[in-house]
Every structure is written in C-alpha cells, then in structure tokens.
C-alpha cells in the first residue's frame, strides 16, 4: 500500500508538472471562474491520491484528472444554480456526455488565460503574480517573495483579482493586433519571473518548482511564436536562453556555487548562446529598444568572454545606465553597482549602491532590507576596501536570506575570507 501511494504521488506530481496550467486554463475558459477551476483541479488531485494506490495509475492521468475536475465544477455550479445559471450548468453536463476525451485532443488554452490575466480590468501589479498562480501553480507565498511582498498581501490581491475576472466577465481570447502590446509587458514579466524561480533551484531538487526555468522558456517561446515582430518577446527569450545556458557551470561537480566570473566557458552551451544571439540581432532590427533586449544584452556581453577572454564592464555599465532609465528598479541599480566596481574600482560602486543620483537613495528603498543580492553586493565590495566589519556585518545579513545551500555556502566562505580582524556585529 506504501509502495501504491508513492506511484501514485510521484505519478500526480508528473501530472501537475505537465498538465497544471493547461487543465486549469481549460476549465476556466469555459466559466470565467478562475478560482473554481483550481478549485475543481485541487480536488482532482485529491481524488488521485486516493483512488490511484487502490486502482492503478491510469493510462492518461491527464485526461483522468480533468474528467474529475469537470464533474466537481458540475456539482459546484449546481450547488449555487438559480436563473440565469441554468444555462452554463446546462453546458458543462453536455460536456460530460461528450466522448472522452484524449489528452492529444485537449485543447491549449494557456496564451488565452494568460493574456485574460492580463486584461486592463485588472489591476496592474497583480497582473504577472496572476499569470503564476494560474498557469504555473505557484502558491501565494512563492510568488510573494518573488514580488518582495507578504504572502498575505498577495494571497489577498489574487482572491481579488480571480474575483474581479469572473464578475466581470473577462473575455478568455489572445487580443487583437491593436490590444496586445499592452498587455504583452504583464504577460513578460510573469515569463520572466518564473524562469527566475526555477533558475534559482539550478538543480532542478525543488519539486514545488517543477523545473520552473524550462516552463519559463517554453512560455517565451510561445509568446515569440505568437508575436514574431515583437522585439521585447524575442528579448525576453533570448535572454532566458543565455542564462539557461551557463547552467552546467553554475555548480562545481561537488555541488558548490560558481560565480559567473569564475565559470568553466567550456561547460557553457554553444547552441543556445547562438540561439540567443540570433533572437537578439532580430530584436535589434526593429530599432526598437526595451528593458528585455537590453538585459540580453547584458548577457551577451559577459558571453563575448568566450572569444575575447575577457569581460567588457564599461560596455555592461553603459548597458545598466539604460536599463535604469528605462526600469528603475532596485534589482537593476544593484547590478549597475557591481558593474561600475569592475569598471571605475571598488569605491565608486560602493558609492552607486548607496546613491542612485537625482537626490534618490537607494538604501531608502525598505523591500531591500530582506533582499540578499544587495547585502551580497554591499559586503564584497565592503570588503575590497577593506572595512572588514562592515563587510562581515552585511554577509551575516545576505547569509541568513539565503535559501540555496550552495550559495549560502559560497557567502560563508567569502565571510571567512575576512580573517580574525570581522567580528559579528
């Protein structure tokens, strides 16, 4: 029986890792009612594991998990039918008499709740958490701290975002031509934020991830597919596809962090670096430039280092200046920093981590305060100018963020390298 339940978790966990955001956009596509949907789902799951260790794994556990999921979204509406009701509950029991369906024949309704998430009825800051939650399965508090708010918070904004689709009728539909770019940067940024996620777990270990970064690229693709004039799109996966390739040299062969300084260039891959490179030379010639082409740009640059050897830190500067112009985001000025170090010496980036310019302050902002690339920053630049106290103060401050073992353990490392002289402060 032990042995029954462990098939069938493992075989519900492939099943959410592959088919989550697809039978969610199905159902919900259907009913406007997103939140009935994972409603509907979460209880198919349920159902799995009770049913599978008793019954077997059936042979298309998809197709399986949404014929549950229809019929709980049947009892729902039932539940609550009155009037005007009657006639969806009247549709989805003619979908249940339907023939059974395949999972080759299940439709792909992904893009259309993606850009449904996107709508302008909804309000703009939940837009990309929105898109997470429903396509990839994130949880509230994932999400949260991707976004750097509480889970509370955003766990509301969701509730209410979910609520505001369903009441208002929001079309499940890829926009018009006209309608799309305005969308399509909510649409990105969730993109985005998920690869980031999933980069974040290079070892693909976190099963609550479900190899996010893979999900992110197949996303961009999608998207670039969709809209193969639109240069941020073919930005954005160009630069997920030179992140994702230096993956090999991100860990040592014991499972230690590599700095990208530090990496192996033979271990990075070729293909997907030319992939990249081309997408971005399409972006480029619609001279139309955005915060997605220059961040590949950036990637593009610390790559050169395999022809050249070397990395060009006045370019990738140059590069940020931009960037912040167009961004203005913390995560933005703190790579800048680090930059203008390599570039003009420790002192300056030190001082460009402190003051962004124009009376504005960066240490102003509070989100930083539990954010762990700008302690990390802060406490090696601290230390190439020797204020060991300081230094070792704010590497216990980005060691106790840190979530990955191996980076954590690459910050302790770099700590120690302070001597007797850091204290704790």
């Known amino acids: 029986m032990e042995n029954g339940l462990e098939i069938a978790r493992a075989a519900a966990e492939a099943a959410a890792r592959q088919s989550y955001g697809k039978l969610v956009a199905w159902l919900a596509a259907r009913t406007r009612d997103v939140a009935g949907a994972e409603d509907a789902l979460a209880d198919a799951f349920a159902a799995a594991l009770e049913r599978w260790p008793k019954a077997g794994v059936p042979d298309r556990p998809e197709a399986w998990l949404l014929a549950v999921a229809r019929r709980r979204r049947v009892d729902a509406i039932r539940r609550r039918l009155t009037g005007e009701a009657a006639r969806d509950h009247l549709r989805l029991v003619a979908e249940e008499m339907e023939a059974n369906m395949t999972d080759e024949e299940l439709p792909d309704e992904r893009l259309r709740l993606m850009f449904a998430c996107a709508h302008p009825a909804i309000e703009s800051s939940v837009r990309a958490p929105l898109i997470l939650q429903t396509i990839l399965g ?57 690869f980031a996620e999933g980069w974040s777990d290079p070892a693909g270990t976190e099963t609550q991830r479900r190899n996010l970064a893979t999900e992110g690229i197949w996303l961009g693709r999608l998207v670039a597919s969709l809209m193969p004039e639109e240069p941020e799109a073919l930005g954005l996966l160009s630069l997920m596809l030179f992140a994702e ?181």
């Open 138 to 194: 994130f949880d509230a508090a994932t999400i949260a701290s991707a976004f750097l708010v509480s889970p509370a918070t955003m766990s509301q904004r969701l509730v209410r975002a979910k609520s505001r689709i369903r009441e208002t009728g929001i079309p499940f539909r890829v926009p018009e031509r006209a309608e799309l770019g305005m969308r399509l940067d909510a649409v990105l940024e969730a993109i985005y934020a998920a």
């Open 245 to 425: 390739a230096r993956r090999a040299a991100r860990r040592s062969p014991e499972g230690d962090f590599v700095p990208l300084a530090e990496q192996d260039i033979g271990l990075w891959d070729d293909t997907l670096i030319d992939e990249a490179e081309a997408l971005l030379s399409r972006a480029a010639a619609k001279a139309v430039i955005g915060r997605y082409q220059l961040e590949a740009a950036v990637q593009s640059a610390h790559t050169a280092r395999r022809r050249s050897g070397r990395t060009d830190w006045a370019a990738i500067r140059q590069l940020y200046d931009a960037l912040l112009a167009i961004a203005g985001s913390p995560v933005v000025a703190i790579n800048r920093a680090v930059a203008i170090a390599e570039a003009d010496g420790a002192a300056a980036g030190l001082a460009a981590l402190y003051v962004l310019g124009d009376d504005k302050r960066l240490g102003d902002d509070k989100r930083l305060a539990d954010y762990q690339p700008y302690w990390a920053a802060r406490a090696g630049l601290l230390a190439r100018l020797g204020q060991t106290t300081q230094a070792a103060q704010a590497y216990d401050q980005a060691i106790g963020l840190e979530r990955d073992p191996a980076v954590r353990r690459f910050l302790q490392q770099r700590r120690a390298e302070l001597g007797d002289g850091a204290t704790k402060g």
